[in-house]
C-alpha cells in the first residue's frame, strides 16, 4: 500500500485539531471577504470570535444550491478575480448554472486529494490513465487529470464520448487505469465484450463517480472490464472529484476531512443526525481559498462511518450514497429512490443493468412504468417465461419499494446509453405544473 500523505493516518484528537485550526481561519477569511457570509452570519448575531473548534459549526448558517444560483456568477468568490486561475460550472437539470472558482493553492489542494483517491486504489507513476470523464466546465475531466499527473502516472486526456476511439486507445496504449461515469464504464465494458477483446486490455482498476451506483452495478462492471472498480465523490461546490473515495476495501468513502468537514443532518428540521443515521451530507470547506463553502446542504443521502477501517486509514468514511433527495420521486404517496429500483432489477440474472423510470398521470393516479433490457442470452420469443419474469420483477419491486410497478422487459441494447451522467428517470408529472 502507498501512504500518500500523514493526513489519510493521523490520530483522531490531531485531525480535530488540524480542523479546529483551518476551520477558524476560513471562517474568519469568510467574515472579512465575501460580503455573503458576513451578512449571514450578522443575521445570526455571530462572528468569527464565537467558532472556535469543530464542535460550533451548528452555530454557522447553511449554504443552498439557491444561494449559489442567486449569487450567480462570481458572488460567493471571497478573493479578488485576480487571485482566481479556474472557472468551473455544474450545469444540473434547472436553473442557472453554479459556477466555482480556484485559487493557485486551490488547484494544488484539488490535485493533491484526488492524488490520494488514485493512490489509495494502488496506482504511481508506472500506469497509464484514460480519462473518459468529459473535460471541460465539468470538473471530472480535469480533476481527475491533473491528479493523475500529480502522482506521475501517463495521462491520456480523451474526455468522455467516442466509444470506438477509447477502445482503440485502450488497447494500442496499454491504459491500466480508467476514470469515467459507472454508466460510460458499463457501456464501454459491453463494446469490448461485443468486441471480443477482453484479453487484449491491461485495464486492471476504475475510479467511477459522479452519479449514484449500486454494488451489483460494481460488480458487473468488475466482471465487464476485469478491473476492480472504485467509487469516488465529489461536487462542484466544494471542488469536484476528490472529496471522498474508497480503499481496496471498498467499504464506504474515506473523506478527505483535512479539507471538506462532513456532517449529516436531517432534512426536514435541519438538526445533525445521531452517529452513524442516514439524512442529509453537508461539507464545510476548510482550506478553500477561491470559494470556501460554510455548512453546503449537497442533497446527497448518506451516513458517516466512524469505525476503523482494515486499510490503516483513520479518516471517516461515508456510505455509497443511497439518492439524493431531489431524486426522490414520490409515486401515490411512496417514495421511491431510482437506486432502490436498480438493486432490485440486478437481482435477476436475466435482466442488463440497462433500464428507464417512467412516472406520468392518469386519471388522477400516478402512473410507473420500469423499462429494463433483457440480457441477449435470455431474450426469447417463448411469451410466457418473460411474462413469468415480468411478474416475478414487479412482484420484487412490490415487497422492497411497497408499490407496484409495470414493468416492460425489452430487447437488449434498446435503451439509450451515457457517455456521461446517466438520465434514467422520465416523470412526465411536471408537465402539467404550473
Ligand atoms: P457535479 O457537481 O455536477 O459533478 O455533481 C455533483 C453531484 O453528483 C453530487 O452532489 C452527487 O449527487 C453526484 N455524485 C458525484 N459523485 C457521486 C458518487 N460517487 N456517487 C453518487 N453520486 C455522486
Ligand atoms: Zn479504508
Redesign the pocket.
Known amino acids: 500500500m502507498i501512504w500518500n500523505e500523514s493526513y489519510e493516518c493521523m490520530g483522531r484528537e490531531e485531525m480535530r485539531e488540524v480542523q479546529n485550526k483551518r476551520l477558524r481561519t476560513t471562517v474568519e477569511h469568510v467574515y472579512h471577504n465575501s460580503p455573503f457570509y458576513r451578512a449571514k452570519m450578522q443575521e445570526l448575531g455571530i462572528t468569527p470570535m464565537d467558532i472556535e473548534t469543530i464542535d460550533d459549526l451548528v452555530k454557522l448558517p447553511f449554504t443552498t444550491k439557491t444561494d449559489l444560483r442567486d449569487q450567480y456568477p462570481f458572488g460567493l468568490f471571497s478573493v479578488p478575480m485576480s487571485e482566481i486561475v479556474r472557472l468551473h460550472a455544474?450545469?444540473?437539470t434547472t436553473g442557472k448554472s453554479?459556477v466555482a472558482g480556484y485559487t493557485r493553492k486551490d488547484l494544488s489542494t484539488w490535485s493533491e486529494v484526488i492524488a490520494r483517491t488514485f493512490t489509495s486504489g494502488g496506482c504511481s507513476r508506472n500506469d497509464i490513465f484514460q480519462i473518459a470523464y468529459g473535460y471541460g466546465l465539468?470538473?471530472?475531466g480535469l480533476g481527475a487529470h491533473y491528479g493523475a499527473e500529480n502522482i506521475g502516472a501517463s495521462v491520456i486526456p480523451i474526455s468522455a464520448g467516442n466509444t470506438e476511439k477509447q477502445i482503440q486507445l485502450m488497447t494500442d496504449f496499454g491504459s491500466t487505469a480508467l476514470c469515467c461515469t459507472p454508466s460510460y464504464a458499463l457501456y464501454l465494458g459491453e463494446a469490448i465484450e461485443d468486441m471480443g477483446i477482453k484479453d487484449k486490455l491491461k485495464l486492471r482498476v476504475g475510479f467511477?463517480?459522479?452519479?449514484?451506483?449500486t454494488e451489483a452495478m460494481r460488480l458487473e462492471i468488475e466482471k465487464k472490464l476485469n478491473i476492480k472498480a472504485y467509487?469516488?465523490?465529489?461536487?462542484?461546490?466544494v471542488i469536484?472529484?476528490g472529496v471522498s473515495y474508497e480503499c481496496y476495501a471498498q467499504k464506504g468513502?474515506h473523506i478527505n476531512e483535512d479539507h471538506f468537514l462532513p456532517e449529516i443532518i436531517n432534512p426536514k428540521t435541519l438538526e445533525p443526525v445521531a452517529s452513524g443515521e442516514v439524512g442529509e451530507l453537508v461539507f464545510t470547506t476548510i482550506t478553500k481559498e477561491g470559494m470556501p463553502v460554510i455548512r453546503y446542504r449537497?442533497?446527497?443521502l448518506t451516513r458517516l462511518m466512524y469505525e476503523p477501517c482494515s486499510c490503516g486509514r483513520t479518516s471517516v468514511r461515508m456510505h455509497?450514497?443511497m439518492g439524493?433527495s431531489d431524486d426522490m420521486l414520490i409515486i401515490r404517496g411512496v417514495n421511491v429512490f431510482p437506486t432502490q429500483i436498480e438493486s432490485v432489477l440486478m437481482e435477476f440474472g436475466e435482466t442488463a443493468p440497462h433500464y428507464h423510470l417512467y412516472v406520468d398521470r392518469e386519471n388522477n393516479t400516478d402512473t410507473f412504468d420500469v423499462h429494463v433490457e433483457v440480457r441477449p442470452e435470455n431474450f426469447t420469443d417463448d411469451m410466457s417465461s418473460m411474462l413469468n419474469l415480468r411478474k416475478r420483477i414487479e412482484a420484487r419491486i412490490q415487497s422492497v419499494v411497497g408499490i407496484h410497478a409495470s414493468v416492460k422487459l425489452v430487447e437488449p441494447r434498446s435503451i439509450e446509453r451515457s457517455i456521461g451522467?446517466a438520465q434514467r428517470v422520465t416523470d412526465k408529472r411536471n408537465l402539467y405544473k404550473e
Open positions: 455544474s450545469s444540473g453554479v465539468f470538473t471530472g467511477f463517480g459522479a452519479e449514484p451506483w467509487d469516488i465523490f465529489g461536487l462542484t461546490e469536484g472529484p468513502m449537497t442533497k446527497d455509497k450514497i439524493r451522467k
